[in-house]
């Protein structure tokens, strides 16, 4: 079975610039989260979808951060006019079902900003 | 929202010991509490969880207890090996909302 597939692997920005990171959630998980982790911390939720719609995306920074899940598949995140505070690991994660079901996570995007 | 406190942030044992994380959270509702394991430039990989139907679960050499009173859990690594050295994270999921809440993690480090 095919995991969380997360792309790219690595972004480097300068302060302003946009970014886009992409997930491929495990076929069938129904639930996809996105949190940020930075350094030598633990993972800190943005936004997470039931299938195409937002359940909880109070912790997304919005003036500069967005998050879709069109067709309750794939999700995309997006960063706008990025800031050196954004660096950190973009972690894409899925389960399957309601609350307390495991998760599942990516490899990340480790996203650096200058 | 639910906080969850882990330590120690760093722990140092010697090959074939046991290794000891604790955490504790706040909020009552939360009934899950997974264990994730993270080696550099991986992705954190689920190593036990538990639910709070249960105070005590054991594989593979991994042993969570849960106190829901106090509301504390912890895991216990036996028999420690180089391999296990990795960034540890415990983390509480809300049962309202299917939140899950992070420890700011454990670097354990097994000294042969």
């Known amino acids: 079975e095919a995991g969380v597939t997360q792309s790219p692997r690595y972004a480097v920005l300068q302060e302003g610039q946009a970014v886009s990171f992409w997930c491929d959630p495990i076929s069938g998980h129904d639930t996809l989260y996105w949190y940020q982790q930075p350094r030598d911390q633990g993972p800190q939720l943005l936004v997470y979808?039931?299938?195409?719609?937002?359940?909880?995306n109070s912790q997304l920074p919005s003036d500069r951060f967005s998050a879709v899940r069109p067709k309750g598949t794939n999700s995309t995140l997006k960063i706008q006019s990025a800031k050196q505070g954004d660096t950190a690991t973009y972690l894409c994660?899925?389960?399957?079902?309601?609350?307390?079901?495991?998760?599942?996570f990516g490899h990340g995007t480790k996203l650096s900003v200058l | 929202g639910e906080q969850v406190e882990q330590l120690p942030s760093i722990l140092r044992v010697q090959e074939g010991s046991s290794a000891s994380i604790n955490c504790t959270y706040e909020n009552s509702a939360s009934n899950y509490f997974p264990w994730y394991k993270q080696e550099p430039g991986e992705n954190p990989k689920l190593i036990i969880d538990?639910?709070?139907?249960?105070e005590r679960k054991q594989t593979q050499g991994l042993i969570v207890l849960l106190d829901k009173k106090a509301k504390r859990f912890s895991l216990h690594i036996t028999d420690t090996q180089p391999g296990d050295s990795a960034m540890y994270f415990c983390a509480a999921s809300d049962t309202n909302t299917g939140k899950l809440t992070f420890g700011d993690g454990t670097v354990l480090t097994v000294k042969p």
């Open positions: 538990i639910r709070s139907n249960m």
């Open positions: 994660a899925s389960s399957f079902g309601t609350a307390n079901e495991r998760l599942f």
């Open positions: 979808f039931r299938d195409e719609a937002v359940i909880d």
